[in-house]
Protein backbone atom coordinates (compact mmCIF):
# COMPACT_ATOMS: atom_id res chain seq x y z
CA UNK A 1 0.00 0.00 0.00
CA UNK A 2 1.47 3.23 -0.68
CA UNK A 3 1.87 5.80 1.92
CA UNK A 4 -0.70 8.29 2.14
CA UNK A 5 1.86 11.14 3.49
CA UNK A 6 3.55 10.81 0.53
CA UNK A 7 0.97 11.44 -1.60
CA UNK A 8 -0.31 14.12 0.59
CA UNK A 9 2.65 15.96 0.37
CA UNK A 10 3.48 14.94 -3.26
CA UNK A 11 0.23 14.38 -5.37
CA UNK A 12 1.94 15.31 -8.70
CA UNK A 13 5.01 13.60 -8.28
CA UNK A 14 3.00 10.48 -6.93
CA UNK A 15 0.93 10.66 -10.18
CA UNK A 16 3.59 10.91 -12.18
CA UNK A 17 5.26 7.85 -10.74
CA UNK A 18 1.75 5.48 -11.38
CA UNK A 19 1.73 6.93 -14.91
CA UNK A 20 4.65 5.53 -15.70
CA UNK A 21 3.19 2.03 -15.24
CA UNK A 22 1.31 3.05 -18.46
CA UNK A 23 -0.58 -0.25 -19.12
CA UNK A 24 -3.89 1.14 -19.80
CA UNK A 25 -5.46 1.83 -16.45
CA UNK A 26 -5.40 5.09 -14.91
CA UNK A 27 -5.12 5.81 -11.54
CA UNK A 28 -6.59 8.74 -10.76
CA UNK A 29 -5.47 9.99 -7.04
CA UNK A 30 -7.74 12.96 -6.58
CA UNK A 31 -10.56 10.65 -4.90
CA UNK A 32 -8.24 9.79 -2.34
CA UNK A 33 -6.77 13.37 -1.88
CA UNK A 34 -10.49 15.13 -1.56
CA UNK A 35 -10.74 12.36 1.67
CA UNK A 36 -7.96 12.97 2.73
CA UNK A 37 -8.42 16.60 3.27
CA UNK A 38 -11.74 15.93 4.65
CA UNK A 39 -10.36 13.42 7.13
CA UNK A 40 -7.34 15.93 8.28
CA UNK A 41 -10.33 18.62 8.78
CA UNK A 42 -12.43 16.73 10.94
CA UNK A 43 -9.37 15.43 13.10
CA UNK A 44 -8.38 19.07 13.59
CA UNK A 45 -12.20 19.96 14.79
CA UNK A 46 -11.63 16.67 16.91
CA UNK A 47 -8.69 17.91 18.08
CA UNK A 48 -9.82 21.36 18.86
CA UNK A 49 -13.29 20.23 20.81
CA UNK A 50 -11.01 17.28 23.24
CA UNK A 51 -8.88 20.35 23.65
CA UNK A 52 -11.84 22.63 25.06
CA UNK A 53 -13.54 19.34 26.31
CA UNK A 54 -10.20 18.85 28.69
CA UNK A 55 -9.97 22.59 29.65
CA UNK A 56 -13.75 22.46 30.54
CA UNK A 57 -12.78 19.24 33.02
CA UNK A 58 -10.07 21.14 34.53
CA UNK A 59 -11.65 24.48 35.31
CA UNK A 60 -15.10 22.36 36.34
CA UNK A 61 -12.66 20.87 38.85
CA UNK A 62 -11.54 23.99 40.26
CA UNK A 63 -14.82 25.57 40.66
CA UNK A 64 -15.89 23.19 42.72
CA UNK A 65 -13.09 23.37 45.14
CA UNK A 66 -14.05 26.88 45.17
CA UNK A 67 -17.58 26.65 45.70
CA UNK A 68 -18.27 28.53 42.37
CA UNK A 69 -21.24 27.28 39.78
CA UNK A 70 -20.57 24.74 37.81
CA UNK A 71 -24.11 24.01 35.54
CA UNK A 72 -23.10 25.68 32.46
CA UNK A 73 -19.95 24.45 32.35
CA UNK A 74 -21.13 20.70 32.59
CA UNK A 75 -23.23 21.52 29.96
CA UNK A 76 -20.56 22.50 27.37
CA UNK A 77 -18.64 19.89 28.33
CA UNK A 78 -21.74 17.64 27.55
CA UNK A 79 -22.45 18.95 24.19
CA UNK A 80 -18.82 18.79 23.47
CA UNK A 81 -18.63 14.84 24.13
CA UNK A 82 -21.88 14.65 22.55
CA UNK A 83 -20.12 16.26 19.32
CA UNK A 84 -17.16 14.03 19.87
CA UNK A 85 -18.64 10.43 20.03
CA UNK A 86 -20.70 12.06 16.41
CA UNK A 87 -16.97 12.79 15.11
CA UNK A 88 -15.18 9.93 15.93
CA UNK A 89 -16.87 7.76 13.77
CA UNK A 90 -16.89 9.82 10.58
CA UNK A 91 -13.58 9.99 10.88
CA UNK A 92 -12.91 6.35 11.21
CA UNK A 93 -15.43 5.74 8.33
CA UNK A 94 -13.03 8.25 5.80
CA UNK A 95 -9.99 6.45 6.93
CA UNK A 96 -11.59 3.25 5.88
CA UNK A 97 -12.77 4.43 2.56
CA UNK A 98 -9.15 6.04 2.12
CA UNK A 99 -7.45 2.68 3.05
CA UNK A 100 -9.60 0.74 0.44
CA UNK A 101 -8.78 3.29 -2.70
CA UNK A 102 -5.15 2.62 -1.70
CA UNK A 103 -5.77 -1.04 -1.87
CA UNK A 104 -6.74 -1.11 -5.51
CA UNK A 105 -3.99 1.34 -6.18
CA UNK A 106 -0.68 -0.58 -7.37
CA UNK A 107 3.26 0.20 -6.05
CA UNK A 108 5.42 3.29 -7.71
CA UNK A 109 8.31 1.75 -10.21
CA UNK A 110 11.32 1.81 -8.26
CA UNK A 111 13.62 4.51 -9.91
CA UNK A 112 15.82 2.05 -11.63
CA UNK A 113 13.08 0.72 -13.18
CA UNK A 114 13.19 1.25 -17.22
CA UNK A 115 10.51 2.77 -18.46
CA UNK A 116 8.37 1.27 -21.24
CA UNK A 117 4.64 0.28 -22.03
CA UNK A 118 4.85 -3.57 -22.44
CA UNK A 119 6.62 -6.84 -22.01
CA UNK A 120 8.25 -6.06 -25.21
CA UNK A 121 10.19 -3.02 -23.84
CA UNK A 122 11.67 -5.45 -21.44
CA UNK A 123 15.31 -5.21 -20.95
CA UNK A 124 17.64 -8.55 -21.28
CA UNK A 125 20.37 -8.17 -18.81
CA UNK A 126 21.94 -11.31 -19.37
CA UNK A 127 22.16 -14.97 -20.55
CA UNK A 128 23.32 -18.51 -19.38
CA UNK A 129 24.43 -21.64 -21.51
CA UNK A 130 24.07 -20.92 -24.87
CA UNK A 131 26.42 -23.31 -25.74
CA UNK A 132 23.72 -25.54 -24.63
CA UNK A 133 21.14 -24.51 -27.34
CA UNK A 134 21.07 -26.30 -30.60
CA UNK A 135 19.47 -24.10 -32.79
CA UNK A 136 18.57 -26.76 -35.73
CA UNK A 137 17.57 -29.63 -33.51
CA UNK A 138 14.04 -30.79 -33.59
CA UNK A 139 12.24 -31.89 -30.55
CA UNK A 140 9.04 -33.30 -29.64
CA UNK A 141 6.94 -30.59 -27.18
CA UNK A 142 7.59 -31.50 -23.66
CA UNK A 143 3.78 -32.51 -22.81
CA UNK A 144 4.43 -35.33 -26.46
CA UNK A 145 7.31 -36.74 -24.96
CA UNK A 146 5.69 -37.28 -21.56
CA UNK A 147 3.25 -38.74 -22.81
CA UNK A 148 5.31 -40.62 -25.06
CA UNK A 149 7.00 -41.93 -21.85
CA UNK A 150 4.07 -42.28 -19.36
CA UNK A 151 5.11 -39.44 -17.03
CA UNK A 152 2.37 -37.55 -17.92
CA UNK A 153 -1.14 -37.98 -17.85
CA UNK A 154 -3.66 -34.71 -19.13
CA UNK A 155 -6.24 -36.98 -20.29
CA UNK A 156 -7.07 -38.91 -16.61
CA UNK A 157 -6.87 -35.78 -14.63
CA UNK A 158 -9.15 -34.30 -16.73
CA UNK A 159 -11.90 -36.75 -15.75
CA UNK A 160 -10.67 -36.00 -12.09
CA UNK A 161 -10.48 -32.39 -11.44
CA UNK A 162 -10.94 -30.45 -15.27
CA UNK A 163 -8.75 -29.10 -17.73
CA UNK A 164 -5.54 -27.40 -16.94
CA UNK A 165 -4.73 -30.24 -14.37
CA UNK A 166 -1.77 -33.17 -14.68
CA UNK A 167 -1.13 -36.34 -13.38
CA UNK A 168 2.82 -37.47 -13.16
CA UNK A 169 3.21 -41.49 -12.90
CA UNK A 170 6.15 -43.70 -12.20
CA UNK A 171 9.74 -40.97 -12.85
CA UNK A 172 7.56 -37.96 -13.78
CA UNK A 173 6.27 -38.22 -10.10
CA UNK A 174 9.71 -39.02 -8.71
CA UNK A 175 11.33 -36.51 -10.99
CA UNK A 176 9.00 -33.85 -9.46
CA UNK A 177 10.14 -34.88 -5.79
CA UNK A 178 13.75 -35.27 -7.19
CA UNK A 179 13.60 -31.74 -8.50
CA UNK A 180 11.57 -30.39 -5.04
CA UNK A 181 14.59 -31.69 -3.01
CA UNK A 182 17.32 -30.15 -5.03
CA UNK A 183 16.30 -26.99 -5.15
CA UNK A 184 15.51 -27.14 -1.55
CA UNK A 185 18.98 -28.13 -0.49
CA UNK A 186 20.84 -25.65 -2.72
CA UNK A 187 18.86 -23.15 -1.10
CA UNK A 188 19.17 -24.36 3.02
CA UNK A 189 23.09 -23.99 2.14
CA UNK A 190 22.71 -20.88 0.51
CA UNK A 191 21.66 -19.51 3.87
CA UNK A 192 17.76 -19.70 3.73
CA UNK A 193 15.41 -21.57 6.56
CA UNK A 194 13.37 -23.79 5.23
CA UNK A 195 9.39 -23.26 6.51
CA UNK A 196 6.42 -25.23 5.28
CA UNK A 197 3.27 -22.93 5.75
CA UNK A 198 -0.07 -23.08 6.04
CA UNK A 199 -1.56 -24.11 2.25
CA UNK A 200 -4.65 -22.37 3.43
CA UNK A 201 -4.48 -18.78 3.64
CA UNK A 202 -7.34 -16.22 5.24
CA UNK A 203 -7.93 -12.95 3.55
CA UNK A 204 -5.43 -10.58 5.62
CA UNK A 205 -2.86 -12.96 4.45
CA UNK A 206 -3.94 -12.26 0.48
CA UNK A 207 -4.40 -8.77 1.37
CA UNK A 208 -1.26 -7.57 3.27
CA UNK A 209 1.06 -9.82 0.41
CA UNK A 210 -1.36 -7.53 -2.44
CA UNK A 211 -3.59 -10.58 -4.29
CA UNK A 212 -7.06 -8.93 -2.67
CA UNK A 213 -8.73 -7.16 -3.24
CA UNK A 214 -7.61 -6.53 -6.93
CA UNK A 215 -7.20 -10.20 -7.86
CA UNK A 216 -9.90 -12.67 -6.07
CA UNK A 217 -10.51 -13.85 -9.23
CA UNK A 218 -7.45 -14.91 -9.80
CA UNK A 219 -7.56 -17.28 -6.85
CA UNK A 220 -9.67 -20.14 -5.43
CA UNK A 221 -11.56 -19.70 -2.34
CA UNK A 222 -13.29 -21.96 -0.10
CA UNK A 223 -17.17 -20.98 0.45
CA UNK A 224 -17.63 -21.99 3.44
CA UNK A 225 -14.67 -20.23 4.86
CA UNK A 226 -12.49 -17.46 5.13
CA UNK A 227 -9.69 -19.13 3.61
CA UNK A 228 -7.95 -19.69 0.15
CA UNK A 229 -5.94 -22.02 -1.27
CA UNK A 230 -2.61 -20.49 -1.53
CA UNK A 231 -1.45 -18.88 -5.13
CA UNK A 232 2.18 -18.41 -3.92
CA UNK A 233 4.11 -19.32 -0.87
CA UNK A 234 4.65 -15.58 -1.25
CA UNK A 235 1.52 -15.13 0.67
CA UNK A 236 1.96 -17.47 3.90
CA UNK A 237 5.73 -16.74 4.16
CA UNK A 238 5.32 -13.19 4.01
CA UNK A 239 2.12 -12.92 6.26
CA UNK A 240 4.60 -15.03 9.34
CA UNK A 241 5.98 -11.91 10.21
CA UNK A 242 2.05 -9.61 9.90
CA UNK A 243 1.53 -7.09 12.53
CA UNK A 244 5.51 -7.92 14.19
CA UNK A 245 8.27 -5.25 15.32
CA UNK A 246 11.28 -7.02 14.59
CA UNK A 247 14.44 -6.47 16.17
CA UNK A 248 17.13 -4.97 13.70
CA UNK A 249 19.68 -7.59 14.63
CA UNK A 250 17.07 -10.55 12.97
CA UNK A 251 17.44 -9.31 9.26
CA UNK A 252 17.86 -10.18 7.29
CA UNK A 253 14.94 -13.06 7.15
CA UNK A 254 14.97 -15.22 4.37
CA UNK A 255 12.85 -18.32 3.93
CA UNK A 256 12.58 -21.37 1.27
CA UNK A 257 9.44 -23.24 1.07
CA UNK A 258 7.63 -25.64 -1.19
CA UNK A 259 3.97 -25.57 -1.74
CA UNK A 260 1.71 -26.47 -4.26
CA UNK A 261 0.14 -23.66 -5.95
CA UNK A 262 -3.53 -22.54 -6.97
CA UNK A 263 -4.19 -20.00 -9.75
CA UNK A 264 -7.56 -19.40 -12.20
CA UNK A 265 -5.44 -18.14 -14.36
CA UNK A 266 -8.00 -16.01 -15.09
CA UNK A 267 -7.40 -13.68 -18.24
CA UNK A 268 -5.12 -16.54 -20.04
CA UNK A 269 -7.75 -18.85 -21.75
CA UNK A 270 -6.29 -19.83 -25.13
CA UNK A 271 -3.00 -19.60 -23.81
CA UNK A 272 -0.35 -22.54 -22.99
CA UNK A 273 -3.36 -24.49 -23.34
CA UNK A 274 -1.47 -27.95 -23.22
CA UNK A 275 1.64 -29.12 -20.91
CA UNK A 276 2.80 -27.41 -18.23
CA UNK A 277 3.49 -23.52 -18.34
CA UNK A 278 -0.58 -22.58 -17.25
CA UNK A 279 -2.04 -25.04 -14.50
CA UNK A 280 -3.99 -24.74 -12.17
CA UNK A 281 -2.37 -26.51 -9.82
CA UNK A 282 1.58 -26.58 -9.65
CA UNK A 283 4.38 -27.39 -7.10
CA UNK A 284 6.75 -23.96 -6.21
CA UNK A 285 9.69 -23.32 -4.61
CA UNK A 286 9.61 -19.83 -3.67
CA UNK A 287 12.16 -17.49 -2.00
CA UNK A 288 11.02 -14.73 0.44
CA UNK A 289 13.43 -12.15 2.27
CA UNK A 290 12.78 -9.46 4.77
CA UNK A 291 15.55 -6.69 4.82
CA UNK A 292 16.28 -3.32 6.05
CA UNK A 293 14.97 -0.74 3.28
CA UNK A 294 19.31 0.21 3.00
CA UNK A 295 20.14 -3.32 1.73
CA UNK A 296 17.05 -4.25 0.04
CA UNK A 297 18.49 -3.66 -3.80
CA UNK A 298 21.84 -6.00 -3.03
CA UNK A 299 19.44 -8.46 -1.42
CA UNK A 300 17.25 -8.62 -4.64
CA UNK A 301 20.35 -9.17 -6.70
CA UNK A 302 21.45 -12.08 -4.81
CA UNK A 303 17.86 -13.39 -4.73
CA UNK A 304 17.67 -13.04 -8.59
CA UNK A 305 21.08 -15.18 -8.27
CA UNK A 306 20.17 -17.83 -6.20
CA UNK A 307 16.93 -18.71 -8.82
CA UNK A 308 19.64 -18.92 -11.51
CA UNK A 309 22.03 -21.28 -9.91
CA UNK A 310 18.96 -24.07 -9.64
CA UNK A 311 19.08 -23.58 -13.62
CA UNK A 312 23.09 -23.68 -13.94
CA UNK A 313 23.05 -26.80 -12.19
CA UNK A 314 20.73 -28.36 -14.72
CA UNK A 315 22.82 -26.82 -17.31
CA UNK A 316 19.24 -25.48 -18.52
CA UNK A 317 19.79 -22.28 -21.13
CA UNK A 318 18.49 -19.03 -19.91
CA UNK A 319 18.42 -15.28 -19.80
CA UNK A 320 17.35 -12.68 -17.40
CA UNK A 321 14.94 -10.12 -18.64
CA UNK A 322 14.66 -6.49 -16.39
CA UNK A 323 10.68 -5.93 -16.39
CA UNK A 324 9.67 -2.17 -17.16
CA UNK A 325 7.52 0.01 -15.49
CA UNK A 326 4.52 -1.04 -18.45
CA UNK A 327 5.03 -4.73 -17.18
CA UNK A 328 5.07 -4.89 -13.32
CA UNK A 329 3.50 -7.43 -11.50
CA UNK A 330 0.46 -4.89 -9.25
CA UNK A 331 3.03 -5.16 -5.72
CA UNK A 332 6.41 -4.99 -7.10
CA UNK A 333 9.00 -1.82 -7.17
CA UNK A 334 11.49 -3.40 -9.56
CA UNK A 335 11.38 -7.12 -10.77
CA UNK A 336 13.65 -9.64 -13.03
CA UNK A 337 12.11 -12.40 -14.78
CA UNK A 338 14.23 -15.42 -15.54
CA UNK A 339 13.08 -17.36 -18.70
CA UNK A 340 14.45 -20.69 -19.69
CA UNK A 341 14.68 -22.01 -23.00
CA UNK A 342 12.17 -24.36 -24.74
CA UNK A 343 13.92 -25.78 -27.79
CA UNK A 344 10.47 -26.82 -29.47
CA UNK A 345 9.11 -23.24 -29.25
CA UNK A 346 12.61 -21.97 -29.90
CA UNK A 347 11.90 -19.30 -27.11
CA UNK A 348 12.54 -18.82 -23.82
CA UNK A 349 9.57 -18.57 -21.50
CA UNK A 350 9.14 -17.26 -17.95
CA UNK A 351 10.42 -20.03 -14.88
CA UNK A 352 10.89 -17.09 -12.28
CA UNK A 353 10.01 -13.53 -11.09
CA UNK A 354 12.00 -12.30 -8.60
CA UNK A 355 10.53 -8.98 -7.12
CA UNK A 356 11.60 -6.18 -4.95
CA UNK A 357 8.49 -4.90 -3.53
CA UNK A 358 10.27 -1.92 -1.10
CA UNK A 359 7.31 -1.24 1.70
CA UNK A 360 4.82 -1.54 -0.03
CA UNK A 361 3.70 -5.01 1.33
CA UNK A 362 5.28 -4.11 4.72
CA UNK A 363 2.51 -1.08 4.80
CA UNK A 364 -0.39 -3.38 3.90
CA UNK A 365 0.98 -6.55 6.50
CA UNK A 366 2.31 -4.05 9.30
CA UNK A 367 5.72 -5.34 9.17
CA UNK A 368 8.10 -3.00 10.82
CA UNK A 369 11.45 -3.35 12.82
CA UNK A 370 12.98 -1.50 15.56
CA UNK A 371 16.48 -0.84 16.53
CA UNK A 372 18.06 -1.25 19.77
CA UNK A 373 18.92 1.28 21.80
CA UNK A 374 16.56 3.88 19.54
CA UNK A 375 12.68 5.15 19.08
CA UNK A 376 10.76 4.19 16.55
CA UNK A 377 9.78 1.66 14.18
CA UNK A 378 10.23 1.19 10.40
CA UNK A 379 8.82 -0.89 7.65
CA UNK A 380 10.55 -3.56 6.45
CA UNK A 381 11.25 -4.18 2.69
CA UNK A 382 9.85 -7.52 1.50
CA UNK A 383 11.31 -9.55 -1.42
CA UNK A 384 10.49 -12.89 -3.43
CA UNK A 385 11.12 -14.91 -6.00
CA UNK A 386 10.34 -18.55 -7.24
CA UNK A 387 13.54 -20.56 -7.02
CA UNK A 388 11.92 -22.38 -9.01
CA UNK A 389 8.32 -23.37 -10.79
CA UNK A 390 8.76 -27.00 -10.75
CA UNK A 391 6.70 -27.95 -13.43
CA UNK A 392 7.94 -25.47 -15.62
CA UNK A 393 11.27 -26.88 -14.76
CA UNK A 394 10.28 -30.32 -15.76
CA UNK A 395 9.13 -29.39 -19.12
CA UNK A 396 12.50 -27.82 -19.94
CA UNK A 397 14.81 -30.83 -19.00
CA UNK A 398 12.12 -32.86 -20.80
CA UNK A 399 13.26 -30.81 -24.16
CA UNK A 400 16.30 -29.50 -23.56
CA UNK A 401 17.60 -33.57 -22.37
CA UNK A 402 15.21 -35.31 -24.97
CA UNK A 403 17.46 -38.09 -26.94
CA UNK A 404 17.37 -39.01 -30.87
CA UNK A 405 16.36 -42.24 -29.50
CA UNK A 406 13.12 -41.41 -27.38
CA UNK A 407 14.51 -41.33 -23.86
CA UNK A 408 15.32 -38.39 -21.79
CA UNK A 409 18.04 -37.66 -19.92
CA UNK A 410 18.65 -37.40 -16.34
CA UNK A 411 20.47 -33.68 -15.82
CA UNK A 412 23.63 -35.18 -13.56
CA UNK A 413 22.91 -33.37 -10.69
CA UNK A 414 19.83 -35.16 -10.25
CA UNK A 415 20.84 -38.89 -11.11
CA UNK A 416 21.87 -38.87 -7.06
CA UNK A 417 18.05 -38.22 -6.26
CA UNK A 418 16.89 -40.78 -8.75
CA UNK A 419 19.12 -43.12 -9.23
CA UNK A 420 18.90 -43.77 -12.50
CA UNK A 421 20.33 -41.52 -15.39
CA UNK A 422 17.31 -41.60 -18.16
CA UNK A 423 13.97 -41.28 -17.76
Not at 215 to 220: C, L, V
Request: proline letters at 4%; hydrophobic letters at 35%.
Amino acid sequence: MLDIKYIRENPEKAQALLKQRNNNTEYDLSPILELDKKQKELQNTRIELQTRSNEIGKLVGQKIKLGEEVQELKGEGNRLKQELSELEPKEKEIKAEIEQLLLAIPNYPSLTTPIGRNEEENVEIRRWGDEYIEENRVVLPHWEIGEKLGILDFERAVKVAGSRFVNLFGTGAALERALISLMLDRHISAGYKEVIPPFLVNSQSLQGTGQLPKFADESFKCSEDDLWLTPTAEVPVTNLYRDDILDLAELPIKHCSYTPCFRREAGSYGKDTRGLIRLHQFNKIELVKIVQPETSAKEHEDLVQDAEAILQLLKLPYRVMELCTGDLGFAAAKCYDIEVWLPSAKKYREISSCSNFGDFQARRANIRYKEAGKKGTHLVHTLNGSALAVGRTMSAILENYQQLDGTVKIPEVLQPYMKKQFL
